[in-house]
Structure formats: C-alpha cells, structure tokens
C-alpha cells in the first residue's frame, strides 16, 4: 500500500492462500511472506469450526522471498509441512519463524536466504507470531503449552490435523541465540501479536484478558520483565497486530473501527507519544 495515495498494489502471486508478509530490513528491498501457491493455485479449504474456533496449519505452507513489487520470487523453506509467521531483524542479520518440521510448533532462526536454520524452543506446545526487539538481542512471541493430561491430548489431537486451538496464549520473551526464556503475561486469556516498544523495554500486544466473554480484544502494554501492565485501548470489539515503524515515531494496528459490514477490519496509523 502506498501511503499517501491509499493505492494497493498484489505482491504475490495470486494463487493458493498467502501470511504474514513483512519488510526485509534495512534496505526494505525486499519482502517476505508463506504461502501455498507452490502447491495448488486454488486456496485450501477452510478449517472445520465444528471443532470450536481454531487456527488450520496449512502443510503447503513455505516462506518465500521476493523484491517489494512481488518480482524475483525465491522460496527459502521446503521443510516438509508448515512454515510461516515469519519476521525480520530490523538490522537484516536474521529472519524467525514458526515450524512444525521438527514434529511441533516451534521458533525458529534463519538466514535471509534460507540457509543457517536453528531451532530455539522445545517446549510441546505452540509458538509462533515472533518477532525481534530493535537491537536483534532479543524475540518476543506467544505460546500455548498444555499441561494436562487432557490439555495435551486436546493439543496433539489437532495437531495431528494441522489444526491449532489458539484460546489461552501467553506472551513469552528469550534472547536471540534461545537461551533466558521467561513468560511475561499471566491471565486466562488469549494474549498475541506481540512487538517490541522502540527503547526494547516494553511489548505491546493484543488481548482479551478485561472481557469474561473473550471476545472484546484491546491493545496493552507491558514492560519486558511482565511489570506495569497497562491497557492502551478501549474499542468495544477487535484492536490488534500492533507493529511501531522502525524509527519509532509512528504506529500501525488494524481494528474494527469505521467499519463497512460486521467482520470488516482497517488498518490505522497514528503518530506515537510518549
């Protein structure tokens, strides 16, 4: 999209089901994004929300790379079943993902051209939405890691068909070679999209921990070692994906603000104050 005239411009290739694109840093050059068009034009069919609300692993899933007008297209993942929600250091040094090629849902780290892929959590569970702090040192990320029995039996149940129940997601912060994992929201609710403020000492991210119904998602924020929790938005409905431009002088969110029908979502932007 071209900010100053609104115009949106297709990037990919138009065929299969594409995710979470972003800029390749600091050039901004380049974009990457997962997609499933290697593997069939048309897109997959739809998860079965007979289930309740999940979020479907699409196998055909690979992450690709590709000048920003979508030209000189590379894929840099073939691992067997789903790679995506992949992000890159704003210094260009590393690109993290989500894959289940090691038979669970772990972050991962990579060079730009796909080479040097490392494996940083290990945890039975989920992991996924990363991204790194300004400074590349460390990865901010949500994660579902069932404890009971019955958690874990639900988990490996729909894992087992590429399927994910994305209800109780806590927001989880290491550095960037893996080591000092800690959590750093604790509630009931489903805690995501979570990005780096642009000193690295606070996250803001997405949740609906102030709605006992779960549906009510707001924008809050939180300082890295899960201290001064504080509510940013009051939106009855859906704030989320919260990402601040690399210099920090501007925010980005979509919402369900201003919108045309039931379900529409927008994209915002805001100069940021402290």
Known sequence: MDLKSGKISLVSTGDGVTT???????????????????????????PDFSRGYVWKLYESYDIFRANVNGTNLEQITSEQGYDAEATVALDGSRI?????SSGDLEIWTMNLDGTDKR???????????????????????????????????DYQNLINESL???????????NSDGTNKRQITYNEGANFAPYFFPNDKRVIFCSNMADPKG???????????GTNLERITFFK??????????????????????QAKRGDTNIFIAEWQN
């Open 215 to 225: 549906r009510d998602f707001d924008l809050w924020a939180v300082n890295t070692d």
């Open 119 to 153: 494996m940083l959590t290990n945890t039975l569970g989920y992991d996924g939405g990363a991204f790194f702090s300004h400074d590349a040192k460390q990865i901010i990320w949500r994660a579902f890691y069932p404890e009971t029995e019955k958690e874990i039996r």
């Open 237 to 258: 409905g859906f704030d989320g994906f919260p990402v601040f431009s690399p210099d920090g002088k501007y925010f980005v969110f979509a919402s369900n603000r201003n």
């Open 20 to 46: 979470c694109s972003f800029f390749e840093y600091p050039k901004n050059e380049k974009i990457i994004y997962a997609s499933t068009h290697h593997y069939d034009k048309p897109c997959p069919p739809k």
């Open 96 to 100: 993290v993902y989500t894959s289940i």
């Open 164 to 174: 994910i129940r994305p209800m109780n997601l806590q927001i989880r912060i290491m």
